[in-house]
Antibody, heavy 123, light 109 residues
Framework: QVQLVQSGAEVKKPGSSVKVSCKAS????????ISWVRQAPGQGLEWMGG????????NYAQKFQGRVTITADESTSTAYMELSSLRSEDTAVYYC????????????????WGQGTLVTVSS | EIVLTQSPATLSLSPGERATLSCRAS??????LAWYQQKPGQAPRLLIY???NRATGIPARFSGSGSGTDFTLTISSLEPEDFAVYYC???????????FGPGTKVDIK
């Protein structure tokens, strides 16, 4: 089964951007879609968007449209999430999570998840 | 956008007791509902997919049921390691958009 390993914690200034990576191993990258889910301190889970690498197309939650960009590099089996115009409310743990593609259909659940990346936005 | 509501927000139980968690969708999601367990400092872990299928390695004390708009996660007899937060999640058809419920915390009474 695929395993996802994310990049390390980041501290950013308000107004700047952050780019988090998620490297897949142990599986065929083209057999998965990757989504990004964030969790603010003490809060619940919030889906931000996702990408299907074999199609190269991403879709985003309406809340993050225009501020988030999700990309994938099949040559390195790595997905990226870039969030711009950071504000303090973006302080959160950001998770990547995979969805298998089975018989050319995307499944409906996330498994497995990356370990999470803490992004702190502070002046 | 489909909204998921979970109840109760907190469930206080003792080890060995039965836990019943509810997830309600604002419109039908067929059987396309998943449940996750999250412990402090850890990533969520898939428990149940497509409403009633246990994920690989999940103990039989976890079961899911329901379809349409009303779903239930049952833990038949709570073990000490089951005290955690549980989230439900659904997916819209296309383009795929995902939403999570607000979570139910199961804590020790």
């Amino acid at each position: 089964q695929v395993q996802l390993v994310q990049s390390g914690a980041e501290v950013k200034k308000p107004g700047s951007s952050v780019k988090v990576s998620c490297k897949a191993s142990g599986g065929t990258f083209s057999s998965y879609a990757i989504s990004w889910v964030r969790q603010a301190p003490g809060q619940g889970l919030e889906w931000m968007g996702g990408i299907i690498p074999i199609f190269g197309t991403a879709n985003y939650a309406q809340k993050f449209q225009g501020r988030v960009t999700i990309t994938a590099d099949e040559s390195t089996s790595t997905a990226y999430m870039e969030l711009s115009s950071l504000r303090s409310e973006d302080t959160a743990v950001y998770y990547c999570a995979s969805l298998a593609i089975v018989k050319q259909q995307l499944v409906n659940w996330f498994d497995p998840w990356g370990q999470g990346t803490l992004v702190t936005v502070s002046s | 956008e489909i909204v998921l509501t979970q109840s109760p927000a907190t469930l206080s139980l003792s080890p060995g007791e039965r836990a019943t968690l509810s997830c309600r969708a604002s419109q039908s999601v067929s059987s396309y509902l998943a449940w996750y367990q999250q412990k402090p400092g850890q990533a969520p872990r898939l428990l149940i997919y497509d409403a009633s299928n246990r994920a690989t390695g999940i103990p039989a004390r976890f079961s899911g049921s329901g379809s349409g708009t009303d779903f239930t996660l049952t833990i038949s007899s709570l073990e000490p390691e089951d005290f955690a937060v549980y989230y439900c999640q659904q997916r819209s058809n296309w383009p795929p958009v995902f939403t999570f419920g607000p979570g139910t915390k199961v804590d020790i009474k």
